[in-house]
């Protein structure tokens, strides 16, 4: 546990290290090959022609090679630049996009200021070129051309098209320009054999196979429908959710389109309601997926819903209303985790532009970092630049860990996303088909019966950040009510230190249970708990706190005060008396307890 917690700081901490750049003194070689089968870690019955026969060769399991001149390009001498420059191309103007482009280019543009606020490349600042991806090919391709060519920019990031990202692709064969792609989800993009691109979004074939594994594998559903917008991001986006369908013996019933700007879908919808199918799958933009589900829900259509990374968001949730409960969806990361590396983030990105990150903001960061960072790595030298990408294995940004096949293209596990109650929850959702299903079954204490706790003053601990400070506050010794005293255990002191305390805090006889205040904390003491048969409520986002069948864990959200899990403990002390595990079995069984607290069997928040 101790090697956990470790890892836990340390990881937190070289995320968040003030900036520095090496400025190439430590260029690195060329990437070792490795070999990753099968590609995009697909299993076994979610790959073509598994259940016939054996290729005899399989594309993109190696290294994506490359064997030009590009190295041997001399780096300029420092004191002939006056700035280092970083293109980005997205769409910014005059586009349909021009929203999601613009967040992007606002999280590009907060890791190239951080980077500048800390000296830039050797005290030479980064400069951002922006250029416009157009709704027009010739256009689009003509300002790929010019940056390359006239702002010689040593690397680009870009864009949300996957038209004008294949055309990147083409100018930066020709033209040795290293791109990041945090956007564009078209899975041809990363099979061009192109040794020039990174992928930090996981694709739709990450995607398509992820949401057919949940709707098929889990929930045992078998009629679907596919609702896409006709354009390149619906076409190519739903082949490999078409694919996974029929591999898993579910061909799709139907496929309806439509185009993007519709308002009405009363057509695809009446098609589909007369179709009986028991799902829908959504390849679709927030808006339209947001006015879909409406709709669907005025028709009295009641089928499970499902969509793309894309079809979530606030705008989807504006306009569906409550018609959005239910709805599942893929996502690259888990936007509502409290680690104070993606919270840190969230707030310089609120405070820069007055608004929240979504996901084109985030990963434009992320991406963004990436570029930087492989700059400094290597220096001036385009083609280091992109060894530094194909060298890369793993890469921790705000949005979490990337993990990169052989391709340099993220084929991370993807999050489901939840809606319930108008909010989003999140939890992994592996492509693997599941040995067991751990969050279906019921959660029970099996072990021997407790005995009661001593008569007279009952305790409640505290574990996290100033604990000490929180215990000894009036207002919340007041929430607990006559009869309870708060203790309080800091988890910031030496880890030594603060597990020894902790360890001593559960060993008391008066201890009711236990509020954990972050999800560092609850961690730390979910598996105390377990051992000493203690109740312990975490105050975190954290699902993953309740996934395994720990039967003493119960989790409130991060919204909820410290105040609200006091006042719970306590008042389920008193309806069940000053014994652990009658209080553990009151805190499971769903009764309401002060404040509007509700558990499920499983220990999460119940509404």
């Known amino acids: 546990?101790?090697?956990?917690?470790?890892?836990?700081?340390?990881?937190?901490?070289?995320?968040?290290?003030?900036?520095?750049?090496?400025?190439?003194?430590?260029?690195?070689?060329?990437?070792?090959?490795?070999?990753?089968?099968?590609?995009?870690?697909?299993?076994?019955?979610?790959?073509?022609?598994?259940?016939?026969?054996?290729?005899?060769?399989?594309?993109?399991?190696?290294?994506?090679?490359?064997?030009g001149a590009a190295r041997d390009i001399p780096t300029p001498d420092l004191k002939d630049i006056s700035e280092v420059r970083i293109g980005f191309l997205g769409p910014i103007s005059e586009h349909r996009d021009e929203a999601l482009g613009r967040m992007m280019l606002n999280g590009a543009q907060l890791a190239i200021d951080e980077a500048n606020a800390g000296g830039g490349y050797g005290g030479k600042p980064f400069r951002l070129m922006l250029?416009?991806?157009?709704?027009?090919?010739?256009?689009?391709?003509?300002?790929?051309v010019k940056m390359a060519y006239d702002d010689k920019v040593w690397a680009m990031l870009g864009s949300i098209s996957g038209d004008s990202t294949h055309i990147a692709l083409r100018v930066s064969l020709k033209a040795e320009v290293p791109i990041v792609n945090t956007a564009a989800t078209d899975p041809t993009i990363p099979e061009t054999i192109i040794p020039w691109a990174l992928q930090a979004i996981q694709d739709d074939r990450e995607q398509g196979y992820t949401l057919a594994r949940r709707i098929y594998t889990e929930l045992g559903l078998s009629r679907v429908a596919l609702l896409r917008v006709n354009e390149r991001y619906g076409r190519f986006g739903v082949i490999k959710f078409r694919d996974a369908s029929r591999r898993l013996?579910?061909?799709?019933?139907?496929?309806?389109?439509?185009?993007?700007?519709?308002?009405?879908?009363?057509?695809?919808?009446?098609?589909?309601?007369?179709?009986?199918?028991?799902?829908?799958?959504?390849?679709?933009?927030?808006i339209p997926a947001g006015t879909i589900l409406k709709q669907m829900r005025e028709r009295?259509?009641?089928?499970?819903?499902?969509?793309?990374?894309?079809?979530?968001?606030?705008?989807?949730?504006?306009?569906a209303g409550p018609a959005a409960e239910g709805f599942e969806f893929v996502f690259p990361y888990d936007p509502t985790r409290d680690d104070p590396v993606w919270t840190s983030f969230q707030a310089r990105f609120a405070k820069r532009f007055e608004k929240q990150p979504e996901v084109f903001a985030s990963l434009g960061y992320d991406g963004m970092r990436i570029i930087l960072d492989a700059v400094c790595k290597a220096g001036l030298n385009r083609g280091r630049i992109r060894d530094v990408f194909y060298g890369m294995e793993r890469y921790r940004?705000?949005?979490?860990?990337?993990?990169?096949?052989?391709?340099?293209?993220?084929?991370?596990?993807?999050?489901?996303?939840?809606?319930?109650?108008?909010?989003?929850?999140?939890?992994?959702?592996?492509?693997?088909?599941?040995?067991?299903?751990?969050?279906?079954?019921?959660?029970?204490y099996s072990g021997p019966p407790l005995a009661d706790?001593?008569?007279?003053?009952?305790?409640?601990?505290?574990?996290?950040?100033?604990?000490?400070?929180?215990?000894?506050?009036?207002?919340?010794?007041?929430?607990?009510?006559?009869?309870?005293?708060?203790?309080?255990v800091p988890s910031e002191q030496a880890w030594g230190k603060s597990s020894?305390?902790?360890?001593?805090?559960?060993?008391?006889?008066?201890?009711?249970?236990?509020?954990?205040?972050d999800r560092a904390s609850s961690h730390l003491a979910e598996q105390l708990a377990v051992k000493m048969f203690v109740p312990l409520i975490a105050v975190s986002a954290d699902r993953s706190l309740t996934a395994l069948n720990i039967p003493w864990i119960f989790r409130l959200p991060v919204d909820a005060s410290i105040a609200d899990a006091v006042r719970a403990m306590a008042d389920a002390t008193r309806k069940a008396g000053s014994n652990r595990e009658r209080v553990r079995n009151l805190m499971s069984s769903g009764v309401t307890l002060a404040g509007g607290v509700r558990f499920d069997q499983r220990g999460e928040y119940s509404h």
């Open 1 to 67: 546990m101790r090697a956990l917690w470790l890892v836990l700081v340390a990881g937190a901490a070289m995320a968040q290290t003030p900036w520095s750049c090496s400025c190439g003194a430590h260029p690195p070689g060329k990437p070792v090959e490795r070999t990753m089968a099968p590609y995009a870690n697909a299993p076994d019955d979610l790959r073509p022609y598994v259940h016939f026969t054996q290729p005899y060769f399989e594309n993109y399991t190696t290294t994506v090679e490359y064997n």
């Open 131 to 144: 250029h416009n991806d157009s709704a027009i090919w010739g256009a689009s391709s003509n300002e790929i």
């Open 249 to 286: 013996g579910h061909p799709l019933v139907l496929e309806q389109k439509y185009m993007p700007g519709d308002t009405d879908f009363t057509h695809q919808l009446s098609v589909i309601q007369d179709s009986n199918v028991d799902a829908i799958v959504l390849w679709a933009d927030q």
């Open 300 to 319: 009295g259509m009641k089928q499970r819903v499902f969509g793309a990374y894309r079809s979530y968001g606030s705008e989807m949730l504006r306009i």
């Open 397 to 444: 940004g705000v949005t979490g860990e990337m993990i990169f096949d052989t391709n340099a293209k993220n084929i991370a596990t993807l999050y489901l996303g939840t809606i319930r109650n108008g909010k989003a929850e999140f939890k992994r959702e592996p492509m693997d088909k599941p040995y067991a299903r751990i969050e279906e079954e019921t959660v029970a």
């Open 453 to 488: 706790n001593p008569a007279g003053e009952v305790r409640i601990g505290i574990f996290g950040p100033q604990a000490d400070k929180l215990a000894a506050d009036p207002a919340l010794q007041h929430a607990a009510g006559s009869g309870f005293t708060l203790v309080g």
């Open 500 to 517: 020894s305390a902790l360890v001593d805090l559960f060993g008391q006889e008066r201890l009711i249970g236990l509020i954990a205040t």
